[in-house]
């Protein structure tokens, strides 16, 4: 190389750029960065200000121009283009690299020129020229630097002195190296095919880069070349070539060893830490082990020098063997990145280090050892964990999501099956934020009200709900942005449910109970023993039920089904009835209600389960009658009680005299109580009786499905809840008697439409127009042919309550009537089969004459009369009968005759709502 040109070429360059200097521009500020890092021209390009443009680098060749920068370029020219890793691009150059202009192997310059395009094809470029500048003269007689791409080895040329008088001399026979053309020069390689002997001016075909300085010869090569060898020293792959560089001139013979090995890897991972591992004595690199001697290790992080690594909790360690340098995962100057890799959420930490090794050994005094390694862990997942902060005593669910690196994002987020995006999600009363910590992760907080309506809500155990959140969080990690799901579950149990506690009271011929918290019903249901006790059930079983706001009001009556008798005495009862408070889907009974009292009844008759018949049999009549001389039909089953009025039976059907029959699906057992009458013994005929002629047939009905086991009557004596129904009757014309029961078996039915053929199901919603007729049936059940049934009181109201107002009658005394507000037509009933005695049938259309919309039930009252006269009671006359014949007959004996049905509710809607 010519050392003469130096100066005029470098002046020459200059003038170059100034020349071109209209065309090419200054770099915007703040766009590069560059330095000179130990022999290494350095330069960062700040990835922000290249706003995601495209960008190329060109190398100025001071005598040709620009040349563009690839890999194949920069591996044997010296140069290296990656990215820190903030993602910033960082171009690196050995001074010792093509096209650097190199002043006495101590000031260097480098050129670069920066394109910039929106476009990929760096169309519209703008170019930027970056000059950069290196000074470096505390060369070692051997330096290697083993970069990313390339190894390059440096020497002195100057060879070692021999002290003697003859060293002059020698000196001067040998050649002057640095003014031998290189071309002269030849290398010769030794690797396991064997020798290798090129022209230096063919090295660049094979990727290297051979050439002289003024005063040092070097070599550079790529990794894994042809004439390149992998040894193992350490544990750690080398990447090796052995060379020698000679200089043949007649009889002199100049060989200068050009080996150089560079570690391939050497790292190595825990879950907290990397660890990169690099010889401290490479065999092929110091020949005479015994000599060597290790001067300085310093390690540095993006290519600067850490002078203490103990700051940054790095740890450099070095032994006979090894060199180590140890960086906690995290650790300050690397960066970690977060990723997603096969669909797991995990980070990545990155660090650009190097290592400078000095040693001397006999061979070459000084040999300075660079190695510069980006390192990236694997990716290490790192699930992303939700923590449950839930307050229940404020009823709100706080959720925390984390930890996460800054440049992670959450971008949607999913409560109960329900998208939100961020801003819907604050819309909807959602709390989102973030919340960072010291050491720079951050999570996300998420705060939902327990009574928000994508909660999910559970009924549990006795009083507690379950309330669930379900989220689903979509975060966009890392600077790819890539979207990843994560969701959670989180739930809490509260005791928020208060069960409802009933009170219960009774008059003289009903239980009551009066039971709060009917909101809920929900998440509980009324039971009578294994029955559900709805509306329906209640009507069908005689009870009355009326709620306002708040509470649930049941009245039962004594003798209706359900009412158990825990105590029964002669007049005397001691009644209880249960209703259950069930969980609807577990049917688990969380609370019984109960009533219980004690009546004191003149009269009843109570047909047992198991058989057994009581009777508290009332008999007024004139004159009194011995009530100790009342019998069955079997004249020893006499009273186990009695006083002046009254007998008290308790009998078995299978005795007394009882006898038995069926009646559709009922068996009825009938007795009968009769007097024994006292014969006065006279002289003549004929026999006077003091006694009126006077018994009372005694009826149990049972439902024959349940009376099938008839066996189980033994079985089960002390059952007290009466499954049949009874009844006393009297047998005689007196007018004087009691027939005792409660109500008439009565049920009513509301058809759709006049021909009275087909019904609406009972707890059908029931939709009429204003201008159409209700029409009602009501029906008496289980009495003879003989009787016959009359509405006799009929209104609407707007509820069940037997006693709401306003109320609007229909009907008095068993006539219509034209009110102002409804008006009703009896309708005529003929048999059919359906309709077996039309007697025990009534029909009713009832209209409304405004046309308000509301919800109406129809109430009536009714009694039964006896065309026969077989059954005591009221005459018939028909259903609408002159008021002064009805107040005669409709004695108060008749409110012993009575029955009440309800129909409705009945929704008086205008619309086409059917
Ligand atoms: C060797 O260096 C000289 C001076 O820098 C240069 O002109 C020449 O092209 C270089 N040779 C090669 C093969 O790089
Ligand atoms: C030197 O350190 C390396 C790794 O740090 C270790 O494997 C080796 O055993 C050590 N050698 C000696 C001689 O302590
Ligand atoms: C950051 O700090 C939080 C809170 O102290 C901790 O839970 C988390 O594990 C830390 N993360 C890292 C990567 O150190
Ligand atoms: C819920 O029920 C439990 C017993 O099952 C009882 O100890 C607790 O006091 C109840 N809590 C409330 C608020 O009613
Ligand atoms: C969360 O949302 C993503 C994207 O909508 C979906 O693929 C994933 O199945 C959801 N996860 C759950 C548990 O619903
Ligand atoms: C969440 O936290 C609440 C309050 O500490 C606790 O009652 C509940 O059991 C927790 N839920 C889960 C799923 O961990
Ligand atoms: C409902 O009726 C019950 C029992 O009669 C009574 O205690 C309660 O105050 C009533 N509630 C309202 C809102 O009227």
């Not at 649930?552 to 105590?567: D, H, R, S, T």
């Not at 109580?673 to 009786?689: A, C, D, M, N, R």
């Not at 009757?729 to 109500?743: E, F, G, L, M, Y």
């Not at 359906?834 to 209209?847: D, G, I, N, T, Y």
Request: aromatic share 10%.
């Amino acid at each position: 190389m010519e050392a003469v040109g130096y100066s005029l070429c470098r002046i020459w360059m200059l003038f170059l750029l100034f020349c071109v200097g209209q065309e090419r521009q200054m770099s915007p500020p703040g766009l590069v960065q560059s330095s000179c890092r130990s022999r290494i021209f350095w330069m960062k390009l700040n990835k922000l200000l290249l706003q995601g443009k495209f960008f190329q680098l060109e190398i100025n060749d001071p005598y040709a121009g620009p040349v563009l920068l690839d890999d194949r370029l920069a591996s044997r020219c010296g140069y290296i283009l990656s990215e820190d890793v903030w993602g910033n691009p960082v171009f690196r150059a050995s001074v010792l690299s093509c096209y650097v202009v190199n002043e006495a192997d101590e000031l260097f310059s480098l050129t670069v020129n920066i394109k910039v395009s929106s476009f990929a094809s760096m169309r519209a470029a703008v170019t930027y020229t970056y000059p950069m500048y290196c000074s470096y003269s505390s060369w070692a007689s051997r330096e290697i630097v083993c970069e990313e791409n390339y190894m390059e080895v440096s020497v002195k040329t100057d060879v070692p002195a021999v002290s003697n008088d003859y060293t002059v001399a020698w000196m001067s026979a040998l050649p002057e190296t640095q003014n031998v053309a290189y071309q002269v020069w030849q290398l010769m390689f030794v690797s396991p095919s064997g020798r290798k002997r090129i022209l230096v001016s063919d090295a660049a075909k094979l990727g290297y880069s051979f050439n002289n300085t003024l005063s040092r010869v070097y070599l550079r090569a790529p990794y894994h070349s042809n004439e390149s060898e992998i040894s193992v020293v350490g544990g750690v792959d080398m990447n090796m070539i052995t060379s020698t560089s000679m200089y043949r001139q007649r009889w002199l013979l100049l060989l200068i060893d050009m080996t150089v090995s560079c570690p391939l890897d050497g790292t190595s991972f825990t879950d907290t830490t990397l660890t990169w591992t690099v010889p401290s004595i490479i065999p092929t690199l110091v020949l005479q082990e015994s000599t060597f001697l290790s001067k300085t290790i310093l390690m540095g992080v993006d290519g600067l020098h850490i002078v203490n690594p103990d700051k940054n909790n790095y740890l450099l360690e070095h032994n006979k063997t090894h060199i180590a340098v140890t960086i906690p995962i995290g650790a300050e100057g690397g960066k970690l990145k977060s990723s997603v890799s096969g669909g797991v959420y995990g980070i990545i930490y990155s660090i650009d280090l190097f290592l400078e090794h000095t040693w001397t050994d006999a061979d070459w005094q000084t040999t300075k050892y660079t190695v510069i390694k980006s390192i990236t862990t694997p990716f290490m997942p790192q699930i992303p964990t939700v923590i449950n902060n839930t307050l229940p005593e404020e009823k709100i669910f706080n959720v925390a999501f984390g930890h996460f690196l800054p440049d992670v994002s959450l971008v949607a987020i999913t409560i109960g099956n329900v998208p939100f995006t961020l801003r819907e999600a604050q819309h909807q009363g959602y709390k989102i934020y973030e919340t960072p910590f010291s050491n720079g992760t951050k999570e996300f907080i998420l705060e939902v009200s327990f009574d928000d309506p994508y909660v999910l809500k559970e009924y549990v155990n006795r009083n507690e709900t379950k309330y669930t959140l379900l989220v689903n969080y979509t975060i966009s990690v890392g600077p790819e942005m890539i979207p990843y799901y994560h969701s959670a579950e989180v739930e809490c149990m509260i005791a928020d449910i208060e069960i409802p506690e009933a009170v219960g009271y009774c008059d003289e011929e009903n239980l009551y109970l009066i039971i709060p918290g009917f909101g809920l019903h929900q998440y509980w249901n009324l039971y009578l023993g294994t029955k559900l006790l709805n509306r329906h059930t209640a009507h069908t079983n005689g009870y009355l039920t009326a709620t306002n706001a708040t509470h649930l009001i049941l009245q039962i009556p004594l003798f209706a089904v359900g009412v158990i008798y825990e105590e029964v005495s002669f007049q005397k009862i001691k009644a209880r009835f249960d209703v259950a408070l069930r969980k609807v889907r577990t049917m688990e009974t969380l609370q019984t209600f109960s009533v219980s009292c004690n009546f004191n009844s003149p009269a009843f008759i109570l047909c047992y389960p198991d058989g057994t018949v009581i009777i508290s049999a009332q008999m007024k009549t004139v004159p009194g009658i011995d009530m100790s001389r009342t019998q069955l039909r079997d004249s020893s089953c006499k009273p186990k009680e009695y006083n002046k009025e009254h007998a008290f039976f308790k009998f078995h059907v299978t005795t007394c005299g009882t006898s038995v029959r069926f009646e559709g699906d009922h068996i009825v057992y009938e007795n009968e109580i009769s007097y024994e009458k006292e014969i006065l013994p006279g002289q003549s005929q004929p026999t006077i009786t003091r006694d009126p002629d006077y018994s009372l047939t005694v009826l149990c009905y049972y439902r024959t499905k349940e009376t099938v086991m008839l066996g189980a009557f033994i079985s089960k004596p002390s059952a007290s809840h009466p499954s049949g129904s009874g009844t006393i009757v009297p047998r005689s014309n007196s007018a004087v008697h009691r027939r005792i029961r409660q109500a008439l078996n009565v049920v009513s039915r509301v058809s759709k439409s006049a021909s009275f053929v087909d019904f609406y199901e009972p707890n059908v919603a029931i939709l009429k127009r204003p201008t159409e007729s209700v029409f009602l049936e009501v029906e008496l059940k289980d009495e003879s042919p003989d009787a016959e049934l009359y509405l006799d009181n009929c209104w609407v109201t707007g509820s069940l309550d037997f006693n709401s107002t306003p109320r609007w009658n229909i009907t008095v005394d068993g006539c219509e009537i034209n009110g102002s507000e409804y008006v009703a037509e009896f309708c005529s009933v003929a048999a059919s089969s359906r309709v077996r005695h039309p007697s025990h049938f009534k029909r009713l259309a009832v209209r409304t004459l405004t046309h308000r919309l509301k919800q109406v039930y129809v109430h009536c009252s009714v009694v039964v009369c006896s065309a026969a006269n077989t059954l005591p009671g009221i005459p018939c006359r028909g259903q609408c009968s002159p008021s002064t014949e009805r107040n005669a007959f409709l004695g108060h004996n008749s409110a012993h005759f009575h029955g009440y049905v309800l129909a409705g509710p009945v929704w008086i809607v205008e619309s086409d709502l059917r």
